[in-house]
Every structure is written in C-alpha cells, then in structure tokens.
C-alpha cells in the first residue's frame, strides 16, 4: 500500500454498490438487520441510533466554519521539527457582526445533546462507509466481524513529494485493521478525532470463505452528540489536496457515489 508498507493496497474485497442499487444481503444478515431495526446509512452500511443523551452541553463548535472544521490546531512538519500553527476558521468579531446568516444556519445551536451512540454495520451488499468527517470524537468498539479504517489526519501536514505538482503540503494518512486477532494488531476499539477524515470497507475473517462473510458490526459514540450541520463528506478535489497522487489513486474508491 502507498499508505502502509506492512498492509495490502486499498482494494475492495466486496464490490460497492449503487446507493440506489437493491441490497440482497443473507438470510442471517437480514434477520440482524431486522432485529436491531437497522436502517441505510447515507455513507454506506447500515445503523440505529441506540442513544442520544438528554443532557445538553455548551455547544464546542460554536462559531466555527459551517464545515466540520479542519482543526484550530494544525500540525507542520518540517526539517526542525514540528511546529503548531492556529489556522482556525473561527468567525471574527467582525464576522459576528456582519454575518448574521452564519448565526442562524444549522449547527449554530447553542447546545449539543452530550453523547449519542450507533450501531454500525457493514455487509457484503453495502461494504464501504465513505469518506466523511464529523466534528465530534468518535469511541469505536467492535462487536463482529473484521474491517479496515483508513484516516486522513487533515490537521497533520508535511512536506512531500508529489509526482503531479512538485512539492507540497500533505496530510498523514492512517490505515488499520479492526478484528479479534488483537495478537496480530487488530483492533477491538479505536479513536477518531473530530476533524479528521475516515472510510472503512468490510474485509472476510482469516480462513473464510468470503462468501459467507457475517458482517462487521461495532458501536460508535460521539461526543458531543451527532448532528448532520457537524458531518460532511469528502469530495474528490480535497482528496486530492489533502494526499499524494499514489494515495488518491488508491482511495478514490472510498468516496461516496
Ligand atoms: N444519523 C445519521 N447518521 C448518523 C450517525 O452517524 N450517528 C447518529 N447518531 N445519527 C445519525
């Protein structure tokens, strides 16, 4: 892989389908979708929201930009060291002023529900959760099955050679398996910074047939609680700012149809 050496390139084991394509999962996928009361999700795979906590905290993204934000915190690399830069996208006290719109739009609520957590399942019929990002931290804990995450750290940059425009800034790329096999590294609960950019595509158990492939079923809780005004996807020209060529090359499948 051009994004870890140690790992296989990102390739789908399960075919992605048309978000609009019908889905025939199995009988026993089936019956676990219907009995967690599992609905499609807009990024690929299946979930239930399992609890959204009634206590309201002060809401953190207050007066950022409408986006998920690309963290107040940046990190560069360079050749002395790391250095932190505040490229917050923060309204000003004269954009306070002025853009009374941005007040009023959706995600300028005052409060945030304090948590709220998720089933999340992916099947050999909707294999691939696209690249998104939210702007709360995400606790993950896996229940069944295996999988591989991919991250963009977009608030991680350094300088790298890029074969389409020369030298430039890029962000670190992350990649991981989630599965049982915690002696070989996969993991049973991982973290996900707000800000940061995440896909995951379904991968078959060591030694199985990858057509009798159960799912991979986790619990996600966000802090604060989800919201759609703290959630986008990533489009193709981010991607392709964010990482090298090589890289896009090998995700551009992870976005979203
Ligand atoms: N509604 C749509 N997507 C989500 C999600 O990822 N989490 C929660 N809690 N609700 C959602």
């Given at each position: 892989s051009t994004i870890d050496p140690s790992l296989p390139p990102l390739k789908p084991v399960y075919e992605p389908k048309d978000a609009s394509a019908p889905r025939d999962e199995s009988p026993r996928l089936a019956k676990l979708i219907s009995t967690l009361q599992l609905q499609q999700h807009i990024e690929g795979g299946y979930f239930v929201e399992t609890d959204r906590d009634v206590n309201r905290v002060p809401n953190p993204f207050l007066n950022t930009s409408p986006s998920a934000s690309d963290n107040e915190q940046t990190t560069f690399y360079t050749s002395t060291g790391a250095v932190s830069a505040n490229l917050s996208n923060k309204l000003t006290d004269a954009d306070k002023n002025t853009n009374t719109t941005a007040q009023s739009e959706a995600g300028q609520d005052k409060t945030r529900n304090a948590s709220?957590?998720?089933?999340?399942?992916?099947?050999?019929?909707?294999?691939?959760?696209?690249?998104?990002?939210?702007?709360?931290?995400?606790?993950?804990?896996?229940?069944?099955?295996?999988?591989?995450?991919?991250?963009?750290?977009?608030?991680?940059?350094?300088?790298?050679?890029?074969?389409?425009?020369?030298?430039?800034?890029?962000?670190?790329?992350?990649?991981?398996?989630?599965?049982?096999?915690?002696?070989?590294?996969?993991?049973?609960?991982?973290?996900?910074?707000g800000g940061k950019y995440k896909s995951s595509f379904l991968l078959p158990l060591e030694g199985e047939d990858p057509a009798n492939n159960q799912g991979l079923l986790i619990s996600e809780t966000v802090v604060p609680g989800f919201e759609y005004s703290d959630h986008d996807f990533m489009r193709i020209e981010r991607l392709e700012a964010l990482v090298t060529k090589e890289q896009a090359d090998e995700m551009r499948w992870m976005l979203r149809k």
């Open positions: 709220t957590s998720i089933h999340y399942l992916l099947t050999p019929e909707s294999p691939m959760g696209a690249f998104h990002r939210n702007r709360g931290r995400t606790v993950h804990t896996l229940h069944r099955g295996r999988g591989r995450y991919v991250i963009i750290h977009a608030d991680e940059v350094m300088p790298e050679y890029d074969s389409h425009s020369g030298i430039r800034s890029k962000a670190r790329v992350e990649s991981f398996i989630v599965g049982q096999n915690v002696e070989k590294g996969e993991k049973l609960q991982w973290i996900v910074d």
